[in-house]
């Protein structure tokens, strides 16, 4: 593994927020006069941007698709961030790629305002040069967006960069932007869609992509 610059996902691939997103949703969706008992039902919600869908998965248009969005805000922002665990081996790998002297830094599709106050509060935003998120008006949700916005803010080399990521969201967006993609089965895309997007590297699990980095040494 060579690559200088490593650009992590947040959701599904540093923390697992299932709890957080599926009950802010679903109070999202009450607020509206749906009721959603079942909370696994809403795991889809993890990962891609959350006005598009709320409109694809209810029929929503964008103005109601952002009324739900400004009510799950409500919920997430007091409750839903802070429901949330950090995957085990997340830390080591991160101290490994630091100890590498790798660059790193997150590219998600959240609100950068939610992935900081989450980078803080779970103690990981020490390993990251800086965090990339979307705004609330919605200006960058999507990950091609995203990662072409960091890669020119920063001057990054495309070969020497590599996106992890648990969505094909994440494969998408570093593919069309030239890099190299890891997808990562810990998390919540299915092995049907990650590998529908020919991912450079596929690690089924957080100790395999570990495993990966020390066996390559530093870039």
Not at 90 to 118: C, D, G, H, N, W
Not at 183 to 203: I, K, M
Request: net charge negative; with cysteine.
């Amino acid at each position: 593994m060579h690559y200088q610059n490593i650009l992590f996902d947040l959701d599904g691939t540093l923390t697992d927020p299932r709890e957080g997103i599926t009950r802010s949703v679903q109070h999202a969706l009450a607020k509206l006069g749906i009721d959603e008992p079942d909370l696994q039902a809403l795991e889809h919600f993890i990962g891609p941007p959350l006005l598009q869908c709320f409109m694809h998965s209810y029929g929503f248009d964008e103005a109601r698709a952002w009324q739900a969005v400004g009510h799950y805000r409500e919920r997430f922002a007091e409750v839903g961030l802070y429901e949330n665990r950090v995957f085990e081996g997340v830390t080591a790998l991160l101290e490994l790629l630091q100890a590498q002297r790798r660059t790193l830094y997150i590219a998600t599709s959240k609100p950068r305002v939610f992935a900081m106050e989450i980078a803080r509060h779970f103690d990981f935003a020490r390993h990251f040069t800086l965090i990339y998120g979307s705004e609330l008006d919605g200006t960058r949700t999507d990950k091609v967006e995203l990662i072409g916005h960091l890669l020119e803010q920063e001057g990054l080399d495309t070969a020497s960069t590599l996106m992890i990521g648990d969505r094909k969201n994440d494969l998408i967006g570093a593919r069309r932007n030239g890099l190299d993609a890891a997808a990562v089965g810990y998390g919540f895309g299915s092995v049907e869609e990650l590998q529908a997007e020919a991912p450079t590297y596929h690690f089924q699990t957080l100790a395999e992509l570990h495993r990966a980095f020390a066996a390559r040494g530093a870039p």
